[in-house]
Nanobody, 121 residues
Framework: VQLQASGGGLVQAGGSLRLSCAASGLSFNDYGMGWFRQAPGKEREFVAAISWDVRSTYYADSVKGRFTIFRDNPKKTVYLQMNSLKPEDTAVYYC???????????????WGQGTLVTVSS
């Protein structure tokens, strides 16, 4: 199983980025997908999750209204559209796959390698 995250970079506060996570080696349609992030010196935290059938999404309060998670099952890809970015969004962002639909990292079986997002003030 491989989850390949991409799309990170340097952006000014107020800007936007779209992260992508391409999955291979698993039955993508059977997995809920999530995004997590880890800032320097902090623990990994939940950002957003989407169910396998796209019917359910869930967001951390800190990103609600600014970030959108969506997926393209035929392409086996999950995305995170990030708008109105703030310096406190700076972190390494990880995608992950879970057998269900969850917000806790321990529920996720597979993880991508992470992509760095840096938001300058």
């Amino acid at each position: 199983v491989q989850l390949q995250a991409s799309g990170g970079g340097l952006v000014q506060a107020g800007g936007s980025l779209r992260l992508s996570c391409a999955a291979s080696g698993l039955s993508f349609n059977d997995y809920g997908m999530g995004w997590f992030r880890q800032a320097p010196g902090k623990e990994r935290e939940f950002v957003a999750a989407i169910s396998w059938d796209v019917r359910s999404t869930y967001y951390a309060d800190s990103v609600k209204g600014r970030f959108t998670i969506f997926r393209d099952n035929p392409k086996k890809t999950v995305y995170l559209q990030m708008n109105s970015l703030k310096p406190e969004d700076t972190a390494v962002y990880y995608c992950a796959a879970a057998a269900g639909y969850a917000t806790h990292p321990t529920a996720y079986s597979y993880w991508g390698q992470g992509t760095l997002v840096t938001v300058s003030s």
